[in-house]
């Protein structure tokens, strides 16, 4: 008998994202074998895959599956196939339905440069050594959502276009206790960034923020940082930060910038994370790369190392977490990789040998 029970919704979508999926099993199937734990697998469709099955990109039943699960593990979704499908029935709408349906209001991107892949950064590994960055996104508010909203035709053969940043506090406070949180378990920094100097979002979010710290974190140091500052500061000293939380516009930016600074993209995780007691959505920060689907090159790291996060922010179990967060930096440093971070006296494996190699490693 099991100590701990979870149900996954395990949606493998498009392109790479089955092939990485498949590793991902193997890691479930260590744990259940070696960990004392045990899993309830629901395996459904998303994107371009759901299209095909359900003729949308989410079909109702998986949605209820996922509401259903203690986590959703996702591959990735997207493919030249699908170019000319309804914008609403498009792959990518199907993972933005799951985002809203859900309310992931708080997305989580780690930027954490493994010593073996230092040389895959663009910066000076001097600069980039021991780099563990969380980036929290604010997800389902600001620019993207907010109304007003559109291109307008003003008549004299002149358009307007319309976005509208807002925020409330609630929306600002939610992040930013997950963002308190989480610094709590790291390096207990938090930098919040915003454009207070030019922007009224900006400085009801410095002024949430602040007095959010004072009522309930005032244990965690906070800097405030406006956001294009911390953009050029993550160029020129990463290592400052351990948390940052920003909007959903400037989150979008900072956290690809971040992700950069790793200069790995087959290694990035992501987490989405919604009220407590909804399931949280983990998946890889790439694409489906459909340029090497279906060829073994794929790196099933990234789709491994966010059902870690899972493990670690929808199930409690850090220490398992941390197992295959070592186990993936030993292989690393053994140069077992595959062909994307392969480099000069290395190992080259395919995906499924990278998979079999991390479940040695394990054991
Ligand atoms: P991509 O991330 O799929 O690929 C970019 C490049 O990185 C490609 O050369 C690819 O081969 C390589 N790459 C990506 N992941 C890799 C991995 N795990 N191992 C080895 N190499 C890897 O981005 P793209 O090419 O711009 O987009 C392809 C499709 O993916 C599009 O349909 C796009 O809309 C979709 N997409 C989906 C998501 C998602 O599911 N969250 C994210 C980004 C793009």
Redesign the pocket.
């Known amino acids: 008998m099991s100590n701990k029970e979870f149900t996954l919704t395990i949606l493998p979508?498009d392109?790479?994202g089955p092939e990485?999926m498949t590793e991902v099993r193997k890691v479930i199937g260590w744990l259940e074998d070696s960990e004392d734990l045990s899993f309830t697998l629901h395996e459904d469709d998303i994107g371009g895959a759901a299209y095909e099955r359900y003729g949308e990109p989410l079909a109702d039943e998986t949605l209820d599956k996922c509401r259903a699960s203690d986590a959703i593990i996702m591959g990735?979704?997207?493919?030249q196939q699908w170019d000319n499908v309804d914008y609403n029935k498009r792959?990518?709408a199907g993972?933005l339905k799951l985002r809203k349906e859900l309310q992931l209001f708080a997305n989580l991107r780690p930027a954490l440069v493994f010593d073996a892949l230092i040389d895959a950064s663009t910066l000076k590994p001097e600069i980039v050594k021991g780099l563990d960055i969380l980036i929290v996104r604010e997800l389902t508010g600001g620019v993207y959502f907010g109304e007003p909203r559109g291109i307008e035709d003003l008549g004299n053969g002149q358009r307007r276009g319309v976005n509208t940043q807002v925020y409330e506090t609630y929306e600002i406070e939610r992040v930013g206790r997950v963002a308190f949180d989480l610094a709590r378990k790291r390096g207990n920094k938090v930098h919040s960034c915003e454009k207070a100097n030019v922007m009224e979002s900006g400085k009801l979010w410095r002024e949430d923020m602040t007095a959010l710290h004072k009522a309930e974190f005032s244990d965690v140091n906070l800097e405030h940082m406006y956001a294009d500052n911390c953009a050029m500061q993550l160029l020129r000293n990463p290592s400052q930060f351990d948390v940052i939380v920003t909007d959903n516009l400037f989150g979008d930016i900072l956290s690809d910038a971040a992700a950069m600074l790793t200069g790995s993209?087959?290694m990035l995780p992501s987490a989405s994370l919604g009220a407590k007691g909804v399931a949280g959505l983990y998946?890889?920060v790439?694409?489906?790369?459909?340029?090497?689907a279906g060829q073994g090159?794929?790196?099933p790291l990234?789709t491994i190392l966010s059902f870690a996060m899972a493990l670690r922010y929808s199930l409690d179990c850090g220490a398992q977490a941390d197992k295959i967060e070592q186990a993936v930096q030993a292989l690393l440093t053994k140069g077992i990789r595959?062909p994307?971070i392969m480099a000069n006296g290395c190992t080259e494996v395919n995906t499924s040998q990278m998979g079999d190699a991390l479940i040695k490693e394990l054991s």
């Open positions: 979508g392109g790479i990485a990735s979704v997207g493919g792959p990518e993972l993209l087959g998946e890889p790439h694409g489906s790369a459909p340029d090497i090159k794929a790196n990234a595959t994307d």
